[in-house]
């Protein structure tokens, strides 16, 4: 088992990665000194494959614990289902001493933390990430949110788990597609900050794709250093936090214009980020100008998506201006120089951003 220390003054916390380590969830929180009641929040989906080894363990450490499933989907990622979870802990006469433990993805992860974040101003809140995107990504870093029917995480806060519990064995049961999404978050950590992990992690397709236990865990620890070096620096997001929307940009355009029924989040920053790389390279940033072609390549053996096929190039301009990345005005860009190296600019002309768009299939 491998633990990592998130270091954020009064709010630092561990993660800890490995497999098979859910089943031992009852006493590392022991040994941690968690105390109180838990409220676990997971869904069906989860729950069929983790939440009885979870409850077993609990229980074995003498913990007192009730569960709330909510519905699969983000869609449930709403503030009608947080305040399902405010009344199950009404009801359940929850203090302020006790826990939320997440176990889940993202969604669950962001819904049960903005859930513990708003509980009497801020209960104890552990996460229990179950896919290859929420424990590299989601789960660190404390940002929690709902969606609104207008935006993604339009609700939200920053709140720092006490703990976090990387089960890499829990990618057995995910399906192919959400583990090619979680890969692109992954890669998109080297790219934006470690050149030797992108070249480690895209050299390596046989022992990923054959869910290598020390192999996973090796990625997943590597993915969240790089993750915590970045909040670690700027936990508000008030500068350099943005790197991490490398091919977000473009990312969430794709999702909105397709109405997130198309393409999985981590597709869609695939092409996103070969797209940031074009742009840097029509803007004379890059400095290896092979690397959309190189980046197009490493997603395509994942089976990810690195063009975008008759989607309206206007839709897509349209879509991008109402990002919320949009500042006084002007569209941000975070691209690369080089592998390892990315900026974030904001004087992109948005004939070029339409250019690369018609280039890499885009329609009229
Ligand atoms: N807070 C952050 O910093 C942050 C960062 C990135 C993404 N997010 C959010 O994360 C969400 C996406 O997370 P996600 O990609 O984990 O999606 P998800 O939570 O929807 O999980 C994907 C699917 O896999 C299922 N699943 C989860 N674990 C499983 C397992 N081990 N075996 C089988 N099925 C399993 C889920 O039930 C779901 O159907 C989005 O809402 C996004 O906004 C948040
Ligand atoms: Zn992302």
């Not at 092979?290 to 490493?298: I, S």
Request: glycine share 10%; charged share 25%.
């Amino acid at each position: 088992m491998e633990e990592l220390k998130i270091d954020l003054g009064v709010r630092s916390y561990s993660v800890l990665i490995g497999s098979g380590i859910l089943a031992g969830a009852g006493k590392i929180l022991q040994e941690r000194g968690i105390k109180g009641r838990l409220l676990i929040v997971t869904n069906p989906t989860v729950a069929r494959y983790y939440l009885k080894p979870l409850q077993k363990s609990l229980s074995g450490a003498g913990y007192d614990h009730g569960v709330i499933k909510i519905p699969d989907g983000e869609s449930y990622k709403s503030l009608r289902q947080a305040n399902r979870i405010y009344d199950a802990l009404v009801a359940g006469e929850y203090d302020r001493k006790a826990t939320i433990v997440a176990l889940g993805g993202g969604v669950i992860g962001d819904l049960a933390g903005f859930a513990a974040a708003t509980y009497m101003r801020g209960i104890g809140f552990i996460q229990v990430p179950t896919t290859l995107l929420s424990q590299v990504d989601s789960s660190i870093g404390g940002k929690t949110a709902v969606n609104h029917p207008r935006g993604k995480n339009m609700i939200g806060a920053f709140y720092q788990p006490q703990l976090v519990i990387s089960d890499v064995a829990t990618f057995r049961t995910l399906p192919e597609r959400e583990f090619a999404s979680g890969l692109a978050e992954v890669i998109k950590h080297g790219i934006i900050l470690d050149e030797n992990y992108f070249r480690l992690v895209s050299g390596e397709r046989e022992n990923l794709l054959s869910l290598d236990p020390d192999f996973l865990t090796w990625v997943v620890a590597g993915s969240c250093v790089i993750k915590a070096r970045v909040v670690e620096e700027d936990e508000m997001e008030t500068g350099r936090r943005a790197i991490l929307n490398f091919g977000h940009t473009l990312g969430h355009a794709l999702e909105s214009v397709t109405r997130y029924e198309v393409y999985k989040h981590g597709e869609a920053i695939a092409v996103g980020m070969v797209a940031a790389a074009r742009i840097a390279r029509e803007h004379g940033l890059l400095q290896d100008k092979g690397l959309p072609e190189q980046l197009a390549a490493v997603f395509a053996s994942f089976g990810l998506p690195v063009a975008v096929p008759g989607l309206s190039v206007q839709e897509l301009m349209a879509a991008l201006q109402v990002d919320k990345k949009v500042e006084y005005g002007k569209l941000r860009w975070v691209l690369p120089r080089r592998l390892g190296e990315v900026v974030i600019v904001d004087d992109i002309p948005a004939a070029l951003v339409e250019q690369v768009i018609r280039e890499m299939g885009g329609a009229k």
